[in-house]
């Protein structure tokens, strides 16, 4: 049996857009990623894609993507420097003001965040580098709420659980519409599961008639919009 060519060999891999890490599989040719499709092998997503893991290539090939770091000129203009120069410059910056001011003048922001944390890895080396203890991500914008909800569950912030949406009787939404934001497993399916079954109840509270409201068995919305989806 021959095997594919290159172009169309599927290779394994996860999707990093969000916490749900979805398994996907891809065709790859010059730098593209030529098809895309949800892993029906992965244990947890199961084939499971969204349409943001179906646009990757557009994210990673996009016309506007920067291709190498930019300096602004004293004009307001921007010269292309190469990651070298980049490094060692910031660098350099980095160490005056650190040895001017001391490590607690910087503060480092990312590393990592809602399923991507590939940054983390040289963010700690950073973070140790500028001798900072103020460190940011997008963690600390999000999950404020799930952290102070675990502590008043279980007794300590740090004890982190994710949410077992798909096996709930009852599910309540508030301000969110995970038809198109997911961020839960599998999420087009599993409100649908959740709506269509007359012993589970879905609750959006909502001012807007988002996808979520409209298949909620119950929409809690603004006066005029509230009503079965
Ligand atoms: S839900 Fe979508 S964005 Fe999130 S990991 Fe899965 S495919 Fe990627």
Redesign the pocket.
């Known amino acids: 049996m021959s095997r594919p060519a290159s172009a169309e060999r599927w290779h394994a891999t996860a999707?990093i857009?969000?916490s749900?890490?979805?398994g996907?599989e891809v065709q790859l040719a010059e730098g593209h990623l030529t098809r895309i499709r949800g892993d029906a092998g992965h244990p947890l997503?199961e084939g499971?894609?969204?349409q943001?893991?179906a646009r990757l290539d557009h994210y990673q090939n996009h016309a506007d993507r920067l291709s190498s770091p930019l300096r602004r000129s004293p004009d307001g203009s921007y010269e292309a420097i190469s990651w070298e120069v980049a490094v060692c410059e910031i660098a350099d910056r980095l160490l005056t003001i650190r040895h001017a001011h001391g490590g607690r003048a910087l503060a480092y922001y990312g590393g990592g965040g809602q399923?991507n944390h590939l940054g983390g890895v040289y963010g700690r080396g950073l973070v140790e580098a500028m001798r900072t203890r103020y460190h940011y991500s997008a963690l600390a914008q999000e999950k404020t709420g799930d952290f102070w909800v675990n502590g008043r569950l279980f007794g300590r912030q740090t004890c982190h659980v994710a949410e077992a949406v798909e096996q709930a009787e009852v599910v309540v939404l508030m301000g969110t519409n995970p038809w198109q934001a997911?961020g839960i497993r599998n999420?087009r399916d599993t409100l649908r599961a959740i709506s269509q079954d007359p012993a589970r109840t879905l609750i959006v509270v909502d001012p807007r008639r988002t996808e979520s409201a409209a298949m909620a068995n119950v929409h809690l919305g603004r006066r005029g919009t509230s009503g079965p989806g």
């Open positions: 999707c857009l969000c749900r890490n979805c996907i997503s499971y894609l969204c943001k893991a399923g997911h999420a």
